[in-house]
């Protein structure tokens, strides 16, 4: 009987310690490299390129979140190009550049479900964002929006990710906290946070997302 408990607890510290080497050698670097800004011709017309990541896991928050996010993407101007990426009881990835009104139905044909992957949203949103870079010149912006009402399933995850993108790259991130009040992970240095606590607040957090872009909003 000894030796058998011996033996499972010597296993148990074989995985533990290979688990822990696997997380020691996790490559550093995830996300794809951000491109070099390229000046050899300035785009004429810079646009906005943000990607709305829209958090759909909580039911009684839903209908209000998509209302006042359908609004938003209809008053955008068209030099504002818009990608998507969902999470909830359907999981959508748009590119950039996708028209509004898709993007509006999208939104609206949204149902809730339970689970929070912040950080494997985020994760894709800056891959669009990348994809796009790649492809531009000049002076262009790029954004990631976060409305969630929600924690992430993994803060170390999301930690990870946020950290990389706010070192290596221009993007520039907002979260608006939807009844979560201050007391979030997104509301950390180098993110810009908003809390909201109705329908109304939401609306008007969505609207200082741009706000303060250096470029006009046609």
């Known amino acids: 009987m000894k030796k058998n408990l011996t033996l499972t607890l010597l296993s148990l510290v074989f995985v533990t310690a290979h688990l822990t ?69 359907s999981k959508v990835e748009l590119d950039i550049g996708t028209d509004k009104k898709t993007l509006e139905q999208v939104v ?22 990348a994809s796009r870079a790649v492809t531009e010149t000049g002076f262009n912006q790029y954004h990631i929006a976060i409305i969630t009402d929600g924690e992430a399933d993994s803060r170390s995850f999301l930690k990870r990710n ?31 946070y908003i809390s909201a606590d109705d329908s109304a607040e939401l609306s008007k957090g969505l609207e200082q997302i741009l706000a303060e872009a250096p470029i006009d909003l046609q």
């Not at 949203?121 to 964002?129: I, T």
Request: charged share 20%.
């Open 162 to 192: 946020i950290d990389e993108i706010l070192k290596e790259s221009t993007v520039s991130i907002t979260t608006i906290g939807f009844k979560v009040g201050e007391n979030h992970s997104l509301n950390r240095e180098g993110i810009r």
């Open 108 to 129: 609206q044909g949204m149902s809730a479900d339970n689970g929070t992957p912040l950080g494997p949203s985020v994760g894709k949103a800056y891959q669009l964002l």
């Open 21 to 89: 080497s696997c997380e020691e050698t996790l490559p550093e670097n995830l996300l794809p490299v951000w491109p070099e800004m390229k000046l050899g011709s300035i785009e004429k017309d810079p646009v906005i390129n943000m990607v709305i990541i829209f958090d759909a896991s909580q039911s009684n928050n839903i209908a209000e979140a998509k209302k006042a996010l359908s609004t938003y993407i209809s008053s955008l101007p068209e030099n504002v190009q818009l990608g998507l990426v969902t999470f909830g009881g």
